[in-house]
């Protein structure tokens, strides 16, 4: 059994920053990957960030110079600093982890949490 918690959504002006957090925890033997996702009214959801356990990572194109993600392995715990933010960033955000248990590969979602960001 796992368990993806999400928190640091809110509501902020444009230029503002917010910092999202996310921790896993349960039945984890190792983890991948860790990112995040964003899903607007209308729009399909799309890949923000991902990072891996060895430290690359990836950002969609625009986010990249605003955005940073990091991770503590030792906490299972992904991060998504958001800075500059835009009201085009406006979504649900939503935390992906690409992990182990002890018997087999899955994918776990968190909860989703809103950002707002207003003109």
């Known amino acids: 059994q796992v368990q993806v918690v999400e928190s640091g959504g809110g509501l902020v002006q444009a230029g503002g920053s917010l910092r999202l957090s996310c921790a896993a925890s349960?039945?984890?033997?190792?983890?991948?990957?860790m990112g995040w996702y964003r899903q607007a009214p209308g729009k399909q959801r799309e890949l923000v960030a991902t990072?891996?356990?060895?430290?690359?990572?990836n950002y969609v194109d625009s986010v990249k110079g605003r955005f940073t993600i990091s991770r503590d392995n030792a906490k299972n715990t992904v991060y998504l600093q958001m800075n500059s933010l835009k009201p085009e960033d406006t979504a649900v955000y939503y935390c992906?982890?690409?992990?182990?248990?002890?018997?087999?590969?899955?994918?776990?979602w968190g909860q989703g949490t809103q950002v707002t960001v207003s003109s």
């Open positions: 992906n982890v690409d992990l182990m248990s002890y018997t087999k590969r899955s994918i776990y």
């Open positions: 349960g039945n984890i033997f190792s983890i991948n990957s």
């Open positions: 990072i891996v356990v060895g430290g690359n990572t």
